[in-house]
């Protein structure tokens, strides 16, 4: 018989030769375990079509037409994935709930020969651990919050601290938006609330206590995206360094850095439309008029001045009012950067205290 441990139990991918999740496509996109591949037992499809025959028909014409997909599915992994894989192979696996669509993986593997280990209480389990484990993991930390007018690079500064083997918490990246009004990401949407969690709670067990995190000054809102509770207050409460620069050298940045908007203009059009319950119509044509005259350089000093920096004040003066240390860097050169850096670096080397 499969094995079946609990989900508090110590389940990490070094375990296992793999972290299956049967469930369907959508429900894997919406969140899983990390790590885990999809190998559905049922398509998006067929588990429409079984939960149809339950509801209009009766359990158990479902149930036999869910069976024949389960097998039919079952056989195609089985001449597909499975076909190479040796005879010490152990995988975890998982559903929903731990029930009929996990089992049926779990049985014939087992047939075949393998050791299985089914997750109790599958999915669902497995998401009432993170929402516990938010609550706590991060109090369990200190934090060093890097705050800065847009424009500063202080995403490329977070990145070179993890290159120095600091610990750094990339919520933006978890949450595939950089966290403004122009932060979505140019290709790809964001995750799923759940899979961000889940995400943020791995990447939270991976860091050192003994060590702070750094995390760049979000809002409580990233996108569409929310920053768990435990998380937020932590933040607030940390003390931050803040960077600054000339204007001149954060309107280059983000010009360069936000490139693809150049090659969009109806919808960098489209996006400020959204602001026309705070500015004038005045205002926004002006924005408009820059951006059909291609005067980029001028459109972002005007939105910066106009819209991110006051924006940026008045989130600060709520949100984070421990400012301990201030760097004023003459450019955002390669090697202002990375000075910065060395010296952020460097102060991080002593055991950090809780906050």
Same mark, same amino acid.
Request: net charge neutral.
């Given at each position: 018989?499969?094995?079946t ?18 469930r ?14 999809n ?9 429409a ?70 997750l ?5 389990t ?6 516990? &484990? ?27 601290l993890? &290159?120095a083997?600091? &610990?750094?918490l990339d919520l ?17 949407? &964001? ?16 860091f ?21 509770k ?7 409460? !940390?003390?931050c360094?803040?960077v ?16 693809h908007?150049t ?7 489209d ?26 350089? !001028?459109?972002?000093q ?25 760097h ?7 090697t202002?950067?990375q ?6 670096a ?10």
């Amino acid at each position: 018989m499969p094995l079946t441990p609990n989900i508090t139990a110590d389940i990490c991918p070094q375990l296992y030769s793999e972290i299956i999740d049967v469930r369907s496509p959508a429900e894997y996109a919406e969140d899983h375990l990390p790590g885990a591949i999809n190998l559905p037992v049922l398509t998006d499809q067929e588990r429409a079509e079984v939960g149809t025959l339950y509801k209009q028909v009766s359990a158990f014409v479902a149930r036999k037409k869910g069976a024949a997909l389960v097998s039919q599915n079952l056989s195609y992994h089985l001449k597909h994935h499975f076909a190479d894989h040796p005879k010490g192979y152990h995988p975890l696996i998982y559903c929903w709930r731990g029930g009929q669509r996990s089992q049926s993986m779990a049985l014939v593997l087992t047939q075949v020969g393998w050791r299985t280990t089914l997750l109790k209480g599958g999915y669902k389990t497995y998401r009432t651990y993170v929402r516990e &484990q938010l609550e706590q993991v991060p109090y369990h930390f200190s934090y060093r919050v890097l705050c800065g007018l847009t424009g500063t690079a202080k995403t490329e500064i977070l990145q070179r601290l993890a &290159q120095a083997q600091v &610990q750094v918490l990339d919520l933006e990246g978890l949450a595939n938006h950089r966290g403004s009004l122009l932060g979505a990401a140019e290709t790809s949407a &964001q995750p799923s609330q759940k899979q961000f969690e889940s995400d943020l709670l791995s990447a939270l067990q991976t860091f050192d206590t003994a060590h702070p995190v750094w995390i760049e000054a979000e809002s409580n809102k990233i996108g569409e995206r929310f920053v768990p509770k435990a998380l937020w207050d932590q933040m607030q409460a !940390a003390p931050c360094v803040e960077v600054q620069a000339p204007m001149s050298s954060r309107v280059d940045w983000l010009v360069t850095h936000y490139e693809h908007f150049t090659h969009n203009s109806a919808l960098l059009k489209d996006k400020l439309n959204l602001l026309r319950r705070s500015y004038s119509k005045a205002q926004l044509q002006h924005w408009h008029n820059l951006i059909d005259e291609q005067q980029w350089p !001028a459109f972002v000093q005007s939105l910066l001045e106009e819209h991110y920096d006051p924006a940026y004040r008045r989130s600060m003066k709520r949100q984070y009012t421990n400012i301990q240390q201030q760097h004023q860097l003459p450019d955002l050169s390669a090697t202002s950067l990375q000075q910065l850096v060395n010296q952020l670096a460097t102060n991080c080397n002593q055991p950090a205290t809780t906050v």
